[in-house]
């Protein structure tokens, strides 16, 4: 299986891409819900799915890139898959959403990026596709691209995503294990105050409910008050969303927007707080069980179920965007048929669903924490990892570890 990542790197003072050396949840005992991860627990647990990635680490200031989601290895345009998109708060660029909501299917592979490289990733994706054997007349496709401001760390305006990098993403995907944290369009986000990135995970319903998989992966950029498995790590750790309110501590009003303005002595700095809780978060379910379009946005609702159990209000300038699609045989949707005859689960056989993407979601955004590490960027500014020993005495004070 093929380890679903590319890395470029250059200059020196680059950060390491050293993202293996931190565990992931169930490395230190933290173990969401009651159902079975599958043998990766990740994304590409679910059948037919790929992810590629292409990490952006140059100089001082670019940290960015471009993670690539593939419901399947063949032309999409030519056998598009069910699909729907849910959005939690729509502060955010999700191209092509409304043709996915509007038809209930997708014909591109999912691109994830910085928030500036949106237009020219899909203007690369649309080459890949033009390219491809059998849309030699096509003279219309709905590229899929979703984001989250990196520009805390990257610098966003020189837009460095480009062709070559959405290239080697997409032929880079595999079916194998997926790299997490700051990787592909995880590179130079961030989380809960944190160092965020990418992650994923899965789970299997039992085989008295179809035994069916449900994968998650995230871009997490987003905040709030950071909890795991109910444990309040973001409190213990003194980064918070409004800690600097609730203190009366006031914010200079000229750095960034959205300052507070409560007054005390020593006011500080915007980009001093300790969670501003803006950002977004883009979160990609794949399931193999056999749903149309209006039960993957059902599916798709849960995943913010699954966002607020880590303690995220998806504030006002937090894009919350979830994007739901099946790989089933019965969910592949060739356009040119006039008459389609498929066969899907009904609404009673969705709850096991629900629950599976709750938990997967909940899990793939404590990965996207734990693996990702301390960033330097933009004008030097560093974001730190999460500390994984005084989280761990967190979650084990609480009982939030097993």
Known sequence: MMLASVFVCAHAQAPANDNDNRPRARDIGLISGVLSPGKLN???DVNGVLVG???LNKGDDIRTGVTAILPHAGNLFKEKVAAAVYVGNGFGKLMGSTQISELGEIETPILLTGTLNVPRVADALLDWMLALPGNEDVRSINAVVGETNDGQLNDLRGRHVGQEQVFAALKSAGNGPV?????????GTEAFGFKGGIGTSSRVVPESAGG???????QTNFGGVLTMNGAPVGKELGRYYLKEAIEGKKVSAHVG????TLTKHDPIQLDHVSDRADGSIMMIVATDAPLGSRNLERLAKRAMLGLARTGSPATNGSGDYVIAFSTAPESRINSSEA?????VLGNNAMSPLFLATVEATEEAIYNSLLKATTTTGRDGRVVEAL???KTVEILK???AVK
């Open 42 to 44: 990740a994304i590409t």
């Open 53 to 55: 990635q292409t990490t």
């Open 179 to 187: 790299e997490e944290g700051a990787v592909g369009a995880g590179t």
């Open 212 to 218: 069916y998989t449900v994968g998650v992966l995230v």
């Open 257 to 260: 927007n959205g300052a507070l």
């Open 339 to 343: 008459i389609r005859e498929t066969k």
């Open 387 to 389: 500390p994984i020993d």
């Open 397 to 399: 004070k609480y009982g």
